[in-house]
């Protein structure tokens, strides 16, 4: 089965200009995550779906960021206003359920804000 | 956040075992022990998990400790493939379903 797919995967912009992530799950997944991956520091989650509806955005930053998944299959994350600190690698993760064993990430995204 | 503690960094010669020690000691009893690793610009893989028995898969074997406080993760014979980011990781069931809780990670190399 294909694994959990992102684009683009790599991107490098200026502070203050906006940027966008794509996230295609595994098919049939109804949880999907946005974690944040700082260098040298394990992922940090910044958001959960299930299907199509939030149920944990404590730990993402509302004024600048923002993410939907409007049909319950792909997701976007952006910033705007990127700053220095969003430099990291943006990581999708998905599973079945959100009490499923496993997770499964994709390759992520990495960010470099100049 | 974290819940895990690891050795930063660890080497292992080829064709040896691979040891990987995690300490947990605040776990609690409905919390799982998982093991993901991470190659260089790829995104973490599941390796094993358990909550309080040893496992065993064909990737890697999980000891926990009787008190659940600490858990060693083996590669029985190491190869270069094997060079990455190893987390231990507990996993909290809340409301909004299981969470991760990722530290810093051991990073391994496996010398020729």
């Known amino acids: 089965e294909a694994g959990v797919a992102q684009s683009p995967r790599y991107k490098i912009i200026e502070k203050r200009q906006s940027v966008a992530f794509w996230c295609n799950p595994i098919?049939?997944?109804?949880?999907l995550y946005w974690y944040q991956q700082i260098l040298g520091q394990g992922p940090k989650l910044l958001i959960q779906?299930?299907?199509?509806?939030?149920?944990?955005d404590s730990q993402l930053p509302k004024d600048r960021f923002s993410a939907e998944r409007l049909k319950g299959v792909d997701s976007t994350l952006k910033i705007q206003p990127a700053k220095l600190e969003d430099s990291a690698v943006y990581l999708c993760?998905?599973?079945?359920?959100?009490?499923?064993?496993?997770?499964?990430f994709g390759s992520g995204t990495q960010l470099s804000v100049l | 956040d974290a819940k895990t503690t690891q050795p930063t960094s660890m080497d292992c010669a080829e064709g040896r075992a691979a040891n990987l020690p995690c300490n947990h000691s605040?776990?609690?009893?409905?919390?799982?022990v998982y093991w993901y690793r991470q190659i260089h610009s790829q995104g973490p893989q599941y390796i094993i998990h358990?909550?309080?028995n040893n496992e065993t898969n064909e990737m890697a074997s999980l000891i926990i400790t009787e008190d659940r406080k600490s858990s060693t993760l083996i590669l029985p014979h190491a190869t270069l493939r094997d060079t990455a980011v190893y987390y231990c990781i507990v996993r909290v069931p809340m409301n909004t379903g299981n969470q991760f809780y990722f530290g810093t990670g051991t990073s391994l190399t496996v010398i020729p």
């Open positions: 993760a998905s599973r079945k359920w959100e009490f499923d064993e496993k997770l499964f």
């Open positions: 098919s049939g997944h109804a949880t």
């Open positions: 605040t776990i609690s009893g409905n919390e799982y």
């Open positions: 358990g909550l309080k």
């Open positions: 779906f299930q299907n199509n509806g939030v149920v944990d």
